[in-house]
Each structure stands twice: as C-alpha cells, then as structure tokens.
C-alpha cells in the first residue's frame, strides 16, 4: 500500500492533491540517483530528490535505497514534512527533512542532493572558502557557505534527524547553490535535476581543482561574479549533451 | 581432510568443540574479501578474518589465497594460536598470528582487517596522527596508534611472523579500533564483519582527505570526541546499505 | 539534407569545391572523438576537428553531439567561417568558431582539440607557466600562453561565441601548439589527428606531474628547448603504436 | 621467417646455440606485457624483457608492438646486441638496447623493464631521491639513481638509440635494482618476471606515497637498509599470490 504506484492509486481514489508524477520525471529522478553513484559522488549514502511541477508542497525521492540500486517503483512522495504521501511503512531515509525543509524555505529550488562527495569535506572541516575555477562551476562565485551543527544542537551524530536540523540547514544555505556541512557532505540545490546533478559534479571538481591550484602558487584569478552570472543566466547550456552522456555511462556500468 | 567441510565433519564427529560455522557468516566473509579487493584495499597481500559467534576462541580466514579469489572452500577455522583447526597442510597467511592474538587480547573484537592501503602508509612513516575528518570516519576520533617494530624485534623483514610479533602489534593497538603498522600497513578492528569493511575503506579515505587538507592550509575543524561516540553508538546505521552496493560493486566486477 | 552523406552529394552535384572527404579520415575523427572522451579530455563539452587534405578551406567536425556519442554520420563539412557546407539546420558546437579561426590563422595545423580538461584549469587560473616535464610533452617547451577572455570582451560568459572571439583566441595561441584559456579549458593544435590527441594527452599528464614536482620540491630539470625541437622533428615516433592502443581502449568501452 | 616460431625451427636445424624458449616463459611475458600495461605502466611506450634461462646471452621480447596488445607470435629472440637472432625484418623497439645492454653488464638480472610510469618522472626531473617508504618497495633503500643522457650526448632526442647509450644507462644503473631517466622515465630490473613486475608497481606506487609524505610534513621514518636486505632475502614472498591476481585482471580487461 505503501509504494508509488500504489499510493498514486489511493490518490487518484481519495482526498489527497498530488497530481500523478510524470512518469518522465520518474525516470530522470532514476537517472538522477544512477548518475551521480556513478560519478562517485553518492555511495551507499545520500540522496536526491525533485519538486513535482505544480504541487510545489510534495516532491519525489526513493525510499531507503542505496543511490546505486533505485528503481523507479523505489520512488516515493513526500509532504513538505518528509512524510511519504499516502502513509505506508518502507524504511525512509534518515535525513530526508534536509530535502523537505530547503523546498519549504526555497521556492526557486526544484531538486536537491545531499552528498558525502569526498572532495567537498576538506573545505568544510577547514573552512577555506570554496572559489569558482571555471565555467562549469561558476555557480560557486555566488558563495557556498558551510553549516556547523554545533551551532543549533551542540553535540550530535551530525545527521540532519529531524525539521529543527533541516531549518537550521536551510538557514545556512540562505540563498545560495549548495552549502557545505562541517565533517559531513554538502546540499546542493538547482531549479532542476540536470542541473542539480551537473551542480554536485562540478562543485565537487571545483574543489578538487582549487586543491591543486593551492599547491601551484601563484596569483590566482577566479571566475569574476559578473562573468558567473553571465553563465548562469544561461541556465545550463550544454547540459542536456552531458546528460546524455552521463545517463549512457551509468546505464552501461 | 584440511578444508573448512572436511574440518566440520571432524570436528562435529570428534571432541572439537567448535559449532558449524553458519553458511551466511562464510558468504559474508567471501563478500568481505571481494569487496576489500574491489576497492583496492587488499590486493595480493592482506586478510579478513570474523570471529565465531559462540564460539569465541575460533576465528574463519582464508587459507593463503589473494582476497580476490577468495572462495567459500578456501575458508578455514583457525584457534586463537592461528593454527587451522583439525590440521591440514594447506599453504597459509604469514601473518596470520595478527588476527589469533587480536581475537585473543579483544575479547570485543569479531573482525579484522590487515592491510596496506596506500593511503594509510605515509601516516605511519611520518608519524603525523592520522584526525577525524567526517562522521563516516568518526572512530578516528579514538585514537590510531602506530606500531613500531624495532621496538619488539628490532630489524626484520617487517611481517608479524610468529605468535610473539602478533601479542607486540595488539599491545600498540590497546584498546583503539585500527592500529597503523610502520612501513607495512594497518590493522583494523570491528564488532562485525560490515564494520571492519566500512572503518577500513573509511579509515582509508580519512587518510586521503587529511592530506588533502594539509595543503589546503586553513583551520582544521574535526570531529570532536563527543560526536564520535554518538555516531559510534548508533554502530554503523545505514551500513547495510552500503554493504548491499559494495558485495553488488564486488560481484559485478 | 544537412548530414555529411547528403552534402556530399550536393557537393559533388554542383558548385562546391570540397573533394568528398576520406572515409579513412571520418573514421579517424570519429576515433579521436571517442579516444579524448575515453581517456576523460572531452565529456560532455569540448570537440576536436580535422582539416580537409588538399582543401584548406574545410574542415571536418561533428554537428552538436558529445563527443563519447559521436558517430560518422554525425560528421559535418564547414567552411572557416565554420558554417556547414550546404548550410542545414543542424545543431551545432556554439564554440565551433574556435576551430575555424585557428585555421585560418595557422596552415600548419591540420587538427585542433578543444577541451575542458581538468588537470590544465589550475593553471590557466594560477598563470604558473607550464613546463615540459618529459619527452611524450616535449612541445610545451615551445611556450603555452595564456588566453584572457577579459582584454577581448570584458565580462562574458567564457565561451568562444562568434568569430572576433576565435581570431582573438588565435591571437593568443600566435605559433605555439596550444593555449590555455583562463577559467575555462584550453585548444590545442597539431599538424595531424593522431598527433593533437596525443598533445592532448599529455599536455593534460604534464600539467599533473608539474603540479606533483611543485610539492616535492628539489631544482627541477625541465627538458631543453633543443631537446623538444629534437623530439619533435622525429614527428611522433612510436605514435602509432599508441594510436593502436588508445582506439582499441575506447572502442572496448 | 622472423617470427619466433620460424626463427626457433631455424635455431634447432642449423648453428644456433639457442635452446628452445620454454612456452611457459613466453606466456609469462606475454602476462607481464599485460599487466604492466594494465597497471598503467606501460602505455603505447616501454617494454618488458626476460633473458633465457642457460642462455644468459639471448633474452626474449616483443617486437615493436604495444605491450597491451602483445601475443606470444610477437615474441622474438635477441642477443646481447640487441639484434633478433635469425634476423627478420619486423619493426623493432627503437630502445632495445636498454634491454641488450643491461643484460650483459648484470648478469644477476634475469628480467628488464623500461616504463614511462608517470609518478616516477617527477622524481627524475627533481632530482629528489626515492626514499622506501613500505616493505613492498624494500629495494628502493639500495638506492635509486638518475640517469642524464646529457652527460653522455648532449642535446639528444631522449632515446636511448644504441649501443652506446645503452651502456651509458647500464653505467648509471650500477649494481641498483633500478635507474630514473631525467625527462623521461625508468628501467627496473629484477632476478625473474614476476619480481620486475612487482619492481614496477611498487616502484611507481612508493613515488606516489613519497609524494603525499611530503606533503603531510612530520619526521619521516624510511625502511632501514637492514630491514630492506631481510626483506629482499625472502626474494618477492607472496609474490606468488600478486603475480596470481594480476594475471588474472589483465586478463579480464
């Protein structure tokens, strides 16, 4: 009773408001969670999630499955609250309010991904800020800033367990891409799933490429924010060449 | 009259006290050693060995077979002198005294990893403490000592030989969940057999984003003591699913 | 009517000069295509091309397709305005004006790549001049500048859109074998196909191994100008064993 | 007539001393070209030896083919000129003289190889020493020195392209297990196959961990030469099970 198509059914049947998910949407979110395990950048924690098109208060995410391994009848709606539509009792994810709280606080924000991404730890466990190093990651120009837990729980297991976490989280994240979270990962956000995931590759190169240029010296010239916006308004041109690729290699893996 | 079927039909018909081991425990140990091979952890050299439930002065490892190919007839039963237990003479692990004198000083300990990830090997030669970088690294937050050989046996060949060189190593590892071995490794130590693969695949990649951060300079901010226990003590949540794409990764492969 | 097979035939049937390109060559483009892909130069964006032999007018190049996907029908014939032949409403590279001025502005070249190649970005960014590490990279000896997208157009989005872009881009390049363009990738030139992926290569692995010997430290001893000069005019020796080797690999993919 | 199979039949019906090469020494260096190959160590570029058992002046080696894609009917015979015995007209290595030349002035090394492994060049153009930072690389405390052809020709094109530099490169070698290249790689010996092999990997893995060590700071505490010999006296213990797994993975490639 609990799984997509089935509370699809009780929707359709009953009182709830959620239009059926695009069935397109569906697969892409599948690609979505394939691509970035692919990638390296989800294991067997983390997720993504996308905003269903005009029910801004529900979106889409698997239930408690690894990235590598989602399929879509894995796929789940949520509430605003991170509580899967249409009840039921699979094993959700831990952390899902980071999904629910950045939607409720974000309008703009149509996916999100949250990320152990490996290269993303060392900016937040020692604060040096993030710079955008190219085109691809000029989004960084805008400023990525880092959550520190402590701040709103004291000490923790560091996951993101309930609304409280996710608002503070949210708060970090302000009106920015992505935030960092101090000896944890990252949250990235875009308007969509490309993006988002075109966003939580080159954040994660951006970092592995300033690591390097740090140890070259020299007198570095970042992206300026002009030509950063200059990009952006852009939205993502090329993407959907890179999708494709990156759909291709995570299907043949 | 050696190998693991053999030595149970023996041991349940004579005086041996050891239980059948569960098939589920010889699946997860083969799984074990595939994945550790997988991910470049164990390559040619390098063992994975799990306690017996109930039967805790027993222990299963391979017989001398690289980890990739390890096999569920390659596994033996060995006591906590590291002999296999109803003989045999098959070729076995060197350095199997590592796991019997473990088992035998922890009596918390139910599986041990020893390897040499390159990652770990500059730590121990240069003697700079390996810090807790992320929650998925948490237990680093205890403490990893480095084990000197000199000081037991002055020079050698560097392998833990006999029953003498494997009490030395788990005196330097005390009560700590890994212990890095100078110019040769690391050994690891965990409740389970999913633990021990996580903590030295995680151990591993601390490893890698500590030095990573060195170069990045800044303030270092890492775990502190208190959020280590915290995440320990919910002991690995979300492990299983990791486990599930590391044996998927392994089989695949 | 836009593809290569039909423009041929237009080609052939009335006015226009080109000769019907080698298939040989095609097949090459389409193995470069897949070889930088492969080996991690071009992913999504980025694109090479060859010149047309005996009509240095024309080159070859695929429509807008990445360059993993590439395919021989995907080739088209441009003119150095970098219009297609028998113009067509395929899409197209918005860089492609890239290749056209470097053609035109340097008869030697007869292949030029255009990549995002991570290790090259830290450089572009930081102005530390990259120098020839070993004789597979002995061209950068001959100087790699550096293109500042700035001193053309002031704040822009990054790309090479229009044709005063590409001849300003060949400004940069003037005689050497490649430049690198600031917070965005790098172009790289040859005189034949196999000889710009191998440039790409290992221009890519040279800017690694420098950014190695940075932290190492040391007096380092970089190839001499008339070492290069002697490497070079032996015009790629052995490069067809690696040609071999390197399409065997992408086409195994 | 110059393939090996012809030159042996020519060997036993007419003056040649040479004995027959064991099949199984050529399938041997059929896997090393394989591994080193899959390994990263050899590329388009470099190749493996091995000299003939009873007859230390002939030793076996691919003809001018990249060791990825060598079989056993590519496999040729030389002596210590360097010259294929039976004479032939395949295209050769134009570097076989590193091979030839090596052999006759070590007649302790059974086995060659010449590699371009890219983690050795910065060590070579830095002119930093390789320190042995784990039991796998003991050999590296016997000493690593740095070959400069300049010493010997001047401004050259790198090659070593006869006799003459081939002895210059065997003088710089010495009594070491292997010798760097200034701008352009490394050759490694060994007593067997399997041992070179193993050389290479560790070799090349050793200057990466180097690498990182440096980074890391703290006081480094290298293999004494004490703990090397002992080790080396055990002559590639476990070798066996490494050589195993190689062969195994390049053979899955």
Request: no cysteine; proline share 6%.
């Amino acid at each position: 009773m609990h799984r997509l198509a089935v509370s699809l059914i009780l929707a359709t049947a009953a009182q709830v408001a959620a239009a059926a998910p695009d069935p397109k949407l569906v697969e892409d979110l599948v690609a979505a969670n394939r691509i970035l395990a692919h990638e390296g950048l989800l294991d067997g924690w983390g997720h993504v999630s996308v905003r269903i098109p005009g029910t801004p208060n529900r979106y889409l995410m698997a239930r408690n499955v690894p990235a590598e391994l989602v399929e879509a009848r894995d796929i789940l709606e949520y509430d605003l609250d991170s509580k899967p539509v249409g009840g039921g009792n699979d094993a959700l994810y831990t952390e899902r309010y980071i999904h629910g709280e950045v939607y409720r606080a974000r309008p703009d924000v149509n996916a999100v991904v949250h990320t152990h991404a490996p290269p993303l730890i060392p900016f937040g466990v020692t604060g040096v800020a993030l710079k955008p190093m190219y085109h691809r990651a000029a989004f960084v120009a805008f400023g990525i800033p880092v959550f520190e837990i402590r701040d709103t729980a004291g000490m923790t297991d560091m996951l993101i367990r309930d609304a409280k976490l996710g608002r503070a989280l949210a708060g970090s994240l302000a009106d920015k891409p992505a935030v960092l979270m101090r000896g944890h990962g990252a949250t990235v956000t875009a308007p969509s799933l490309p993006r988002v995931v075109g966003r939580t590759v080159f954040l994660s190169l951006n970092a592995t490429l300033q690591m390097e240029a740090a140890r070259l010296g020299g007198e570095p010239k970042y992206l300026d924010i002009e030509e950063a916006k200059l990009i952006e308004a852009r939205e993502g041109y090329g993407l959907a060449r890179a999708w494709e690729v990156w759909k291709r290699k995570a299907a043949a893996k």
